[in-house]
């Protein structure tokens, strides 16, 4: 069983759209998260942490947290083509609450 | 500058060969890790390191080894054990391991011919 999945993509927004990235987990104990995103060929970049349930919003980027529903996702407001990437979620899922990362979500922002 | 500094960014080795892979942080982070990415995947973690001469293995450390002698450095050798070692490799860093932010070098991708 994967500790954490993600809405898998690629996913194609036009430029000034909503995207909108998920991740579901399956340790009920997790008290924080994180996304990070990868540009194509580059190490993967923290964008987001949340701890708490609700909302996150920093600048276009606004992170969710549902810990009853073991939901987190991502929303990218007036997307542009520079936040064209692969977006991963991540979580301390290991035995030593150790990083676990999602598959990632490739996003497109056509101009 | 603070940061993590992988080297060498690009590394090609002969089949059968070891290969030692760098990481020298000067974060003053405790905790350390090496991750490893195949393309179109996520990250899967190798080894991590919660102080200095203690490190755990992670979900795929077969054909792998590592160090952590200093706090700043956490090397990691690919030996001729592991069978698919063409990789785009990752170490991360952070103040601790249970729920910290982890910060990632610039990665180096070795290839095995």
Not at chain 2, 66 to 76: A, C, G, N, T
Request: glycine share 10%.
């Amino acid at each position: 069983q994967k500790e954490v999945e993600q809405n898998s993509g690629p996913l194609s927004v036009p430029e000034g759209a909503i995207a909108s990235l998920n991740c579901t987990y399956s340790d009920r104990g997790s008290q924080s998260f994180f996304w990070y995103r990868q540009y194509s060929g580059k190490s993967p970049e923290l964008i987001m942490s949340i701890y708490s349930n609700g909302d996150k919003e920093d600048g276009r980027f606004t992170a969710q947290l549902n810990k009853a529903s073991q939901y987190v996702s991502l929303l990218i407001r007036d997307s542009q083509p520079s936040d064209s990437a692969t977006y991963l979620c991540a979580f301390p899922g290991g035995s030593a609450r150790q990083l676990t990362f999602g598959s990632g979500t490739q996003l497109t922002v056509l101009p | 500058d603070g940061g993590i500094t992988q080297s060498p960014k690009y590394l090609f080795r002969k089949e059968g060969q070891n290969v030692t892979l760098s990481c020298e942080q000067n974060l003053n982070h405790d905790a350390m890790y090496w991750y490893r990415q195949d393309p179109g995947q996520g990250l899967r973690l190798i080894y991590y390191s919660q102080i200095v001469n203690d490190f755990q293995k992670g979900d795929i450390a077969e054909g792998y080894s590592v160090s952590r002698e200093k706090k700043e450095s956490f090397p990691l050798t690919v030996t001729s054990a592991q069978k698919n070692p063409t990789a785009f490799y990752l170490c991360a860093s952070s103040w601790g391991v249970s729920g910290t932010e982890a910060f990632f070098g610039q990665g180096t991708r070795l290839t095995v011919v």
